[in-house]
């Protein structure tokens, strides 16, 4: 089953609120949908937009795509994020991280034995 993640309107007329629906790719705009995982208030603004991260991850593991719509709504989330999200296939590699050199443990230093105690001259020394 193809699903996609898109914007369902609703609010009143020149007063849009969309929300964030996973449908079925064939539903209608505003149908039946699998799953709600955001809302999004462009009258206020992009900081209005509140994502179900958790759930739109999970969306795109499983096979969801995003509508363009969508993606270019979300593109300055998910640099919030820093999550790479599979747009299109590339050919590009990416570099693995550097190895941390592991740290060296020294050993601990031994400890000095306690100084004897010197006799007191005060005391004779008996025979």
């Known amino acids: 089953m193809a699903t996609v993640i898109r914007f369902s309107r609703h609010g009143s007329k020149k007063r849009p ?10 539903a209608p ?9 955001g809302n999004f208030n462009p009258i206020k603004g992009s900081d209005s937009l509140i994502v179900h991260r958790d759930r739109l991850m999970y969306w795109l593991s499983v096979g969801a795509q995003m509508s363009d719509s969508v993606r270019t709504t979300l593109k300055t989330k998910l640099k919030e994020w820093t999550v790479a999200v599979p747009t ?13 050199k592991p740290v060296e443990k020294k050993a601990p230093a031994a ?13 004779p020394a008996k025979a």
């Open 88 to 100: 299109e296939p590339t050919s590009k590699k990416v570099k693995a991280a550097p190895a941390e």
């Open 111 to 123: 400890k000095k034995p306690a100084p004897k105690k010197k006799e007191s001259a005060k005391e």
């Open 17 to 26: 609120i969309y929300r964030m629906v996973v449908q079925h790719h064939a």
């Open 29 to 37: 705009r505003d149908g039946r949908f699998i799953e709600h995982i």
